[in-house]
Every structure is written in C-alpha cells, then in structure tokens.
C-alpha cells in the first residue's frame, strides 16, 4: 500500500494573520491641484482585511456603491462624477443579486473634481458613503463627513478672472436640531388608518433598551454550538474507537496494565485511569494549540473566508480519499520510536503519559483523518473555546474504553474479535467526510461569489455520495481493502435502509423543497436554479412608528428586522427561513412585522444632527435614521438583525441574527411571544 507521509499541522497551521481594526472602512481626505483652476477632493479608503466594499458603479436593483454627497459647496462647482481611480475594482458575479459587481479589498481610492470659482470664500461640505460586507454581514453605508475652507486649497492653484461673492456656487442643506426622532406628529398605520403619537410615545419608543435587551442573555446560538462542536467530538471519537488503528489496541493496552500489576489489581485501575488522563490532555492541548496559533479574532473570520474554506475543502477531500483506501496517511516513524523510546527510558505518570502519545502517533492513520475535520469544523465555529472542547470530546470517547476495560477486565472477551468490519467503518466514514467537504467549499463558492456549487448541485452530489454508500453497504461496490461479503448483517442492512431512504429525501429538494433538518448545511434556496413558488410574506411595514402605532391599536407585539437592500445575508435569510411556511404563518398570524433598511438612500424632507457618544452625526437619509434607531437603541449595526419587541419598544426576547436553521428562528418567535403573553 502506498504511504503517504502527511501531518496534520501542515494543514491546519496554512493561516494568515486578520486584522482587528475599530473601523472597518477608514477614510483620508485631501485636495490636490488639478490645474486649470480645478481641485481633486481625494478619498483613500483603508478596508480591515476580509471586508470589501462596492464600487462607484453598481447596476440597479444591486448593492450601496460608493458614493459622494454635498451638503454646502461656496466658492466652487462639482465638475464629472465621482469615481475611483488608480486600483480597478475587482468584479465578481453575485449570485444573490444576479449581478456583476465591482468591490474592493484592502484600500482604494476615489476622486470627484471641483472647479474653484472664489478662493476667498471656498468652503465645502459632505460625505462619504461606503457599504462594507464579509461573508457574515454587511455595514450599512454610514457618512463620513469631511469639509475645506480656503486654507486647504493647495498653493499652487490659480484661479484667474475670479469675481464671485459669498453666495455664488452655493448647496446647502439647514440641519435640525433633534433627538433623532423628529417626524410628523401624523403616522399612517399602513392600512389607512391615521394613528396620533405624543411626543412622549415617541421618546419612549426611541429610548435605548441595550441594559433590557442584555439581561434577557445573548441569543444562544453561542452556547448550541459549542454543545454541538462537544457532541461531534464524542461521537467522532467513538467513531475512531472503531477503525482498524485503534480497535486492536483496546485490549492490547488494557491487558498490558492488567499483566504488569499482577499483584494490585488496584494499580492497573490506576494506570489505566492515568493513561486515559493522558490521552484527554493530550487532544485538549492540541486544540488549544490551535487557538493559540489562529487567535480569538481569526476564528471569527475563518467561518467565512473563501481561502480557509478552500484549504479546509482540500483537507477533508484528502482525508475522505484516505479513508476509501487511495493511500495512508502516516506520521514519520522517527516520531513513533522517540515515543517509544521514552517510555522505555521513564517511569510513573510520564511513562504512561508518553505510553498515551505513543498511542496518538500509532493511530493516527485512522484517527487523523477524524481529527483534522473536527478541527476544521470547531474552528469555523468562531469561538476561540470550541477546537479544545471538541477534543475533549473526541478524547473522553477515546480513553473511556481503556478505563472501563481495565476496570472490567472480564468485559474484553464481549468485544468483537478484529477483521475486515473494520476497513468498512473506514470507508464509510470516508464517505461522510466526502460529503461533510461540501460543506466547505459551499461557503467557499458563496463567499467568492463564484457560482459553482449552487444548491441544486450540491444536492445532486449529496444524492450521488449516499446512493454510492447505501450500494456499497449492500456489499454492490467494493473497495480497497474489502473482504468478499458473503452475506449482509442485520445492523449494516439497517444502515444501508437509512442511508438510502436518506438519499430518496434528498430528491424533492432539487425542486425546490426546503428540507428544513439540513438546511443550514446546503446552500441557500435563492442559489436554485429551479424552485417551488413559495407564498409572499403578508403586511410588512417600513417605517418604525407607522409598524409601532399599528402595533399599538392592534395588541400585537412586533417582530423588527434591520436589514439592507445590499445584504446578503439578509437575503439568504428572507430566502430560507422567512420563506418557509411555519415561519411565514407565525409571523403574520401573531405579529406586526416591520422591516427597516438601513441602508436605504430616499432623502429625509431635512438633515438631522444626533449626538452620539459626544460626536455630532447628521442623518441624511431614511438608511441613516434606521441605522441610528438600531445603533441608538439595541447597541449594535450588524445586519441581518431581528428583536421581538413590546408597544413600548422594550425587548422580550434576546436579538438574532444570521442563523438559515428555521426551528432555531420558530423558537426564537415563540419565547418572545411567550412573554408578551405573560
């Protein structure tokens, strides 16, 4: 057989360092002298690394390009339009939009042109509006002010013949001093019905609830994901106990503590307890290795960076291979003799701690392959404590055995003797690791915007990959390694049912069918070429005190999104989990549903000026009102955002945010629901 000489820190140790910056886009603004009288106002764009934001030029109907806006120009005119200059924006077709875009990583640069028309009275001011996203979530496209006086003009210009007068060439917009809750006192439920706010309703609904909606406690995805991470390392581990590296050493070790303590039952019992210490130290160290090596702030972008996800793609498609019997992975065999070697050379704990690592080294052939995707798979949690927790899943499975055994010694004639089952718990493993690698290239393809893997053929994979492993559970396709079957075991026919019956569900989801257990792992249902119509949502509201006020006179509570028109995110969601039935009827049976677009660009009848944090900001925009309320309010930007609120504004459930499971959303609906009855 052919060895292949392979570790697993190769892989997984492929990073690079993220930075974790206050300001996602930072901006530098300047003049330069464009001769002939003229001005550049030059906007250089910094972007935190793993964001990217869109370029000047976007289709209708796509994302927020990059765009400038004046709010009083004296003493100059605006001359082209604004654009970027210097780096070309990168263009990618975008699935979710249907659309080629063009964004831009790391920085770029932009420049609008003004014909100076009176240097003594030059005076401008505006901004700069810029929407940034990852893969996660995207920024709404927040002002960045900037303004020039005279002072700034470069020394070198010459405006020649000029005559104009404090009034010539002059924008302005009058800001209004407000609590950022100015409207008319006349709201429109959006049913026609004319609905009167006080001044009074309209602070409360206005007033933050950040205190309120952090004692209700996070929303606990968090948490169900690191119960999840722990869950997959047990059943991996036990999974391992079952391959042909590990198997075999059950009772070898176990019998090994029995013999060299003749004497002391007692003292096997306590080596073997030791030794099963050991090997949970051992794998919980790897897993803080890897923390340390990615850190906190990586973890959170490898969910969703296209080159992780690739390398982890890569990884698994490996492992799968090796486990089909194409090659053995392997550790050099100068590691394995060290081991042993050491603990020829100690006694005591050590002994039996190096006795443990010996046993990683052996077994890694089978248990690798385990290893490397749970890694992968608690990294692209996010959470700097998943990779240690599911090792230490994956070990606690792992040393239970040689505890108990040596405990119960009597238990090792039960197990069942080694042969050829083992080399098919391979295979079969190597299948679900075939398909578990999909995974990994889905958010590659989506992030990426590449439009290789949509839904319908991943799907079409999956329906391949099963099929292929019920057949061969049926003993219909041999593989590497394989004994002939002579007849089909009760518990392997029982596998192959499910398997099968598993693929056979499969299918509808090609038209279109939600198939809700798995739908966080498959594509979004907006990537289907093909899909079943599904009903629209009912009344929607996107004006927060018309959605309030109706709230109000029906005794409904609210369910408020934040979402954007460029979002992605947003649009996966409204395409999984609002678009599913239960959800859909929930929703519109029980609640006032108002959905505020952060980022959208109708002009307020007047600018307002809010404080924030001792910093004057200017509202120009219904996007810029809503992103206030969200800011103002609940403590956060991120979109897609979802709060179940009273008619008073108060919470009464914790947030959500971008989860495509529908049950983890049904429940989300229901507590808060729940206590708005109460």
């Known amino acids: 057989m052919k060895k292949i000489t392979i570790t697993l820190f190769g892989f997984l140790f492929l990073s690079t360092a993220f930075i974790s910056a206050q300001d996602i886009v930072t901006w530098n603004f300047s003049l330069e002298d464009a001769g002939n009288g003229e001005v550049n106002i030059i906007a250089k764009a910094s972007v935190q690394q793993g964001w990217y934001m869109y370029d000047t030029k976007i289709p209708d109907g796509g994302p927020n390009p990059t765009m400038i806006e004046f709010d009083k120009i004296t003493g100059a005119e605006t001359v082209g339009e604004f654009q970027s200059v210097g780096k070309k924006a990168t263009v990618k077709h975008d699935e979710i939009f249907g659309m080629e875009l063009g964004i831009f990583k790391d920085d770029a640069q932009f420049v609008q042109r003004l014909r100076v028309t009176g240097k003594a009275n030059f005076s401008v001011e505006g901004n700069v509006r810029a929407q940034a996203c990852n893969d996660q979530t995207c920024t709404p496209p927040l002002p960045v002010?900037?303004?020039?006086?005279?002072?700034?003009?470069?020394?070198?210009?010459?405006?020649?013949?000029?005559?104009?007068?404090?009034?010539?060439?002059?924008?302005?917009?009058?800001?209004?001093?407000?609590?950022?809750?100015?409207?008319?006192?006349?709201?429109?439920?959006?049913?026609?019905?004319?609905?009167?706010?006080?001044?009074?309703?309209?602070?409360?609904?206005?007033?933050?609830?950040?205190?309120?909606?952090?004692?209700?406690?996070?929303?606990?995805?968090?948490?169900a994901s690191l119960w999840s991470i722990f869950l997959k390392g047990l059943l991996w581990g036990f999974a391992a106990l079952i391959t042909p590296c590990v198997w075999p050493m059950i009772p070898i070790t176990v019998?090994?503590?029995?013999?060299?303590?003749?004497?002391?039952?007692?003292?096997?019992?306590?080596?073997?307890?030791?030794y099963g210490l050991s090997i949970i130290i051992i794998y919980v160290t790897l897993g803080l290795i890897?923390?340390?090596?990615?850190?906190?702030?990586?973890?959170?972008?490898?969910?969703?960076?296209?080159?992780f996800n690739l390398i982890f793609f890569a990884l698994l498609i490996t492992f799968a291979f090796s486990f089909m019997g194409a090659f053995e992975i392997v550790l050099p065999s100068s590691w394995t003799n060290k081991m042993d070697n050491k603990v020829d050379s100690t006694t005591g704990f050590i002994s039996l701690f190096f006795m443990a690592f010996t046993l990683a080294l052996v077994s890694f052939s089978c248990t690798g392959p385990i290893i490397g995707w749970l890694l992968v798979d608690a990294a692209t949690q996010g959470n700097f404590l998943a990779p240690a927790l599911g090792m230490f899943g994956f070990a606690f499975a792992l040393a239970i055995p040689f505890t108990l055994f040596a405990i119960f010694p009597s238990w090792l004639k039960t197990l069942p003797k080694s042969g050829s089952w083992l080399n098919?718990?391979?295979?079969?493993?190597?299948?679900?690791?075939?398909?578990?690698?999909?995974?990994?290239?889905s958010v590659a393809d989506l992030s990426g915007g590449w439009g290789i893997?949509?839904?319908?053929?991943?799907?079409?994979?999956?329906?391949?990959?099963?099929?292929?492993?019920?057949?061969?559970?049926?003993?219909?396709?041999?593989?590497?390694?394989?004994?002939?079957?002579?007849?089909?075991?009760?518990?392997?026919l029982f596998l192959a049912i499910l398997t099968l019956?598993?693929?056979?569900?499969?299918?509808?989801?090609?038209?279109?069918?939600?198939?809700?257990?798995?739908?966080?792992?498959?594509p979004p249902l907006s990537t289907q070429d093909f899909k079943l119509a599904h009903k629209p949502m009912g009344q929607v509201f996107n004006d927060y005190e018309a959605g309030m006020a109706y709230a109000a006179q029906t005794g409904k509570p609210v369910l408020l999104e934040f979402g954007g028109h460029g979002c992605v995110n947003c649009h996966k969601m409204d395409a999984t989990v609002l678009?599913?039935?239960?959800?859909?009827?929930?929703?519109?049976?029980?609640?006032?549903?108002?959905?505020?677009?952060?980022?959208?660009?109708?002009?307020?009848?007047?600018?307002?000026?809010?404080?924030?944090?001792?910093?004057?900001?200017?509202?120009?925009?219904?996007?810029?009102?809503?992103?206030?309320?969200?800011?103002?309010?609940?403590?956060?930007?991120?979109?897609?955002?979802?709060v179940v609120i009273d008619q008073q504004g108060k919470p009464l459930s914790p947030a959500h945010a971008y989860d495509e499971s529908v049950d983890s959303y049904i429940e989300f609906l229901h507590e808060g629901l729940k206590n708005f009855r109460k």
């Open 290 to 307: 890897i923390t340390a090596i990615f850190g906190a702030a990586a973890l959170n972008n490898i969910a969703t960076s296209p080159v």
């Open 579 to 642: 678009a599913d039935d239960q959800v859909r009827e929930l929703i519109d049976g029980e609640f006032v549903f108002i959905v505020l677009m952060v980022d959208e660009r109708t002009r307020l009848p007047e600018t307002i000026e809010v404080d924030e944090n001792g910093r004057t900001s200017k509202l120009r925009t219904v996007g810029d009102k809503w992103s206030y309320l969200q800011r103002h309010k609940f403590g956060t930007q991120s979109q897609p955002f979802y």
């Open 501 to 522: 019956a598993f693929t056979v569900y499969l299918v509808p989801g090609l038209w279109g069918a939600p198939l809700k257990p798995i739908s966080s792992i498959v």
């Open 145 to 223: 002010d900037f303004s020039f006086s005279p002072s700034d003009l470069p020394a070198s210009l010459t405006v020649a013949g000029s005559t104009s007068t404090a009034e010539e060439g002059t924008v302005t917009a009058t800001p209004v001093e407000t609590d950022g809750a100015a409207e008319p006192e006349e709201i429109i439920s959006g049913q026609g019905t004319p609905v009167s706010l006080t001044g009074a309703d309209r602070d409360q609904l206005w007033s933050p609830v950040i205190e309120e909606l952090n004692a209700l406690g996070a929303d606990d995805n968090a948490d």
């Open 424 to 441: 098919s718990v391979k295979v079969v493993l190597g299948f679900i690791v075939l398909a578990v690698s999909l995974k990994f290239l």
């Open 453 to 492: 893997l949509n839904r319908d053929i991943f799907l079409a994979l999956w329906i391949v990959i099963f099929g292929l492993l019920g057949f061969y559970l049926l003993g219909k396709i041999k593989m590497h390694g394989d004994s002939e079957l002579t007849h089909i075991p009760l518990f392997r």
């Open 255 to 274: 019998s090994f503590f029995l013999n060299r303590n003749k004497k002391s039952r007692k003292k096997a019992i306590q080596d073997a307890t030791i």
